[in-house]
Each structure stands twice: as C-alpha cells, then as structure tokens.
C-alpha cells in the first residue's frame, strides 16, 4: 500500500514538473505583463515570479483533481484570480511594458490578447459583463497605441462641456 502511494505522489510530481517545464516560461511572461514589472535586469520581477509560484502551487495541490481538464488554463485562471485579488500591489509605477495601464486594463489586455481568452470567457473570470470587457480592451489598446485623446471618454467623444 505504502509503495503504491509513493509511485503515485512520484508519477504526479513528475507529470507536474513536465507540465511547468513546458509552461513556466509563458506563464512567467503572463505574469510579468500583469504586475507591469520590467522583464529585465534579472530578479526584477520578483512580484511576478511570486505570483506564478502562488498559482502554481495551487494547480499542483488541485493536480489529481484536475480530470482532464488543462492545467494550464488552470494555472492561467488562478493567475488572473490571484492578480485582481491583489491588484492594489501592482499599481504605480514599475518600468514595464504595460506600465500606463491599471490593473483591470492589464488583466483584460492580457488575457484578451496574449492569452487569447474569448470576451466571454474572460467576462465570466472576472465577474464582469461582456461588454465592459470590450471596452476595457479597447480603452487599453488605445492607450498603448498612445491615441487616447484628452477630449474622448472611455473611447467615446465627449460632449462640449461634459465633465471629464
């Protein structure tokens, strides 16, 4: 009995650290455009390694329960849920690609369009309506473009003399 649970716990570490072998590098890239750190020089991204190792030990403790489904998907959505949780940590300045983005826009931007997650998907994640997700993404779009206009809101035109 005793050495069945042990090739068990040694074939699920084994399945674990093939699946972050082959994962962790985008993983790392996800959760480094998430906290706005930049990618360079080494140890700068320490919140975003935290973050990833956070997600990654809860996928690993959810492993036998997983039943088919992808533990990627899995490790990117306890990612996404830890990142909105703490936000407030990864707001302000850092030197990051997605640096002139909030939280919320990073996330959305992220998932939306590194990740590749449907609107729908990503709207049911966040608890979120579809179109909020919309246009969160393109509101980020824009201003990484750097085409947010002073006299537009929420990507809309104002109208003349609407409070900002």
Request: hydrophobic content about 35%.
């Amino acid at each position: 009995m005793r050495e069945r649970h042990t090739v068990r716990q040694r074939r699920r570490t084994q399945e674990f650290e093939a699946f972050v072998a082959g994962a962790a590098g985008r993983l790392l890239h996800t959760a480094t455009l998430l906290t706005a750190e930049p990618a360079d020089p080494p140890g700068a991204n320490e919140r975003a390694r935290r973050l990833l190792t956070a997600a990654l030990a809860r996928t690993y403790a959810d492993w036998d329960g997983l039943r088919g489904e992808d533990p990627y998907n899995r490790t990117r959505q306890e990612l996404a849920t830890r990142f909105a949780r703490e936000a407030w940590r990864h707001h302000g300045p850092r030197g990051g690609l997605l640096d002139p983005l909030t939280p919320q826009e990073r996330l959305v931007l992220v998932l939306r369009l590194y990740e590749g997650v449907p609107e729908e998907s990503t709207a049911a994640l966040l608890g979120i309506p579809v179109d909020r997700v919309r246009a969160v993404c393109n509101r980020s779009v824009a201003t990484m473009r750097g085409t947010r206009d002073p006299t537009t809101r929420w990507g809309r035109p104002r109208a003349l003399g609407a409070a900002p």
